[in-house]
């Protein structure tokens, strides 16, 4: 099956610096990689995402690269809040329809104030 | 409000047992879906259903079952062979076929001593 990898684990950072989450993937027909924030005692919920056609793509502070002839892709957060903090997944999978996505292992970010 | 609501937060079993996990959502999704959770590992698909009455098997569904009567529920039944079941359980649902949209529960934390 799919192997996702992401790292790091965790990942501590000041209040107002960047953060950068990285994942890896194996299976070359992957087209849509969404990224998931999962706060304390919550589901995770969709920040954002990208498709196979595009390089980059930007929401506020948050943005998501993608390079698939390395098979690899990040989530940037600039200017970090505290309220940044939770844990962080990447996923991956054939098509936005499809009905299975390959998880990383998660990434805890704090945000020290 | 809308949303999906899984219940209990919390559940504990002796071993041996089966227990059932609740799951229930008003967004008028037709697809479901079950994950289980695990400390340093992604999410990971246990059964999915994309229409009442019709599931799928996951990537991890041995010793667990499902049934999906109604469009609003999908419990998930853990049952005595599932050799390690104690993980945190999370459900969601989507439209059909749209996983990486799927508004997620907040998870039952099942603890079988």
């Known amino acids: 099956g799919e192997n996702v990898e992401q790292h790091p684990s965790t990942l501590s950072v000041q209040e107002g610096d960047s953060a950068v989450i990285k994942c890896t993937y194996s299976d070359s ?85 | 409000d809308g949303g999906i609501t899984q219940s209990p937060k919390y559940l504990f079993r002796k071993e041996g047992q089966n227990v059932t996990l609740s799951c ?16 340093g590992q992604g999410l990971r698909l246990i059964y999915y259903s994309q229409i009442v009455n019709d599931f799928q098997k996951g990537d991890i569904a041995e010793g667990y079952s499902v049934s999906r009567e109604k469009k609003e529920s999908f419990p998930l039944t853990v049952t005595s062979a599932q050799k390690n079941p104690t993980a945190f359980y999370l459900c969601a649902s989507s439209i059909r076929g749209r996983v990486a949209e799927a508004f997620f529960g907040q998870g039952t934390r099942l603890t079988v001593v």
């Open chain 2, 24 to 39: 229930e959502q008003n967004l008028n999704h037709d697809a479901m879906y079950w994950y289980r959770q695990d400390p």
């Open chain 1, 29 to 113: 027909a992957s087209n849509y990689f969404p990224w998931y924030k999962q706060e304390l005692g919550k589901g995770p919920q969709l920040i954002i995402d990208i498709r196979s056609n595009v390089g980059e793509k930007k929401d506020q502070r948050i943005a998501v690269t993608l390079n698939k002839t390395a098979k690899h892709f990040s989530l940037h957060i600039t200017e970090t809040q505290p309220e940044d903090s939770a844990v962080y997944f990447c996923a991956n999978g054939r098509k936005i329809t499809g009905n299975q996505f390959y998880f990383g292992t998660g990434t805890s970010l704090t945000v020290i104030p």
